[in-house]
């Protein structure tokens, strides 16, 4: 399945710079699932007022021009002179099996018209034809989470792991029906994938 890596900051603990280097790391890791689309999702915090915004990045290449666009490289650079908090960080990376790689409204993150960051892997598979209650003909199955209580979800919705984060609200919910999310809490937050083993990679004494 696709590649899902994510880091959020433990509150009153932060370095920044650091958690940005290990997230970049664990990132590049998650192209091991697939080179043809990437996309990230960053929520920072501007240190001199408080301010939060975020950046989206979707990308039809690699994860590598994601870091070389000008808009990270400028977050990148506000982060390293402590002008910008990271509070976090989601992305996803795929090898294309169905779908236009070129579509930016389709590639990860999804965006839904109530600021819904989606992040999925898995197969969307429901009984009773979940997905065709929420899904206009064409549209990538992981608008099924849009805008749906993730109690309505279970082993029916198919094989899912799901990072969503809603920026009007602040909440982020992470699911998952098959165990294949895995955190690990290090320095000064929690890092998030979908395969252990980019963890263990990266931080291996732990």
Known sequence: ??????????????????????????????????QDTAGLFLLLKRVKDGEMFALTIKTDGSIKSIFECDDFIDVESGINSSTFQLELALSHTRMATVGDTSDPIENQPLISENNEYIFFNGIVTPQNHLANLYLADGENDGWT?????????GTESGVVNLLRF????????????NGDLFYLNHG????????NRFLEKLFPAT
């Open 1 to 34: 399945m696709c590649g899902l890596t994510g880091y959020i900051r433990t509150e009153g603990k932060n370095d920044s710079k650091k958690a940005l280097k290990n997230f970049k790391k664990l990132f590049l890791k998650a192209q091991a699932r697939g």
């Open 188 to 195: 000064f937050g929690k890092y998030i994938t979908s395969d």
């Open 166 to 177: 809603n920026a009007d609200l602040g909440q982020l919910d992470v699911y998952t029906n």
């Open 145 to 153: 989470f849009r805008n749906i209580n993730l109690s309505d979800l």
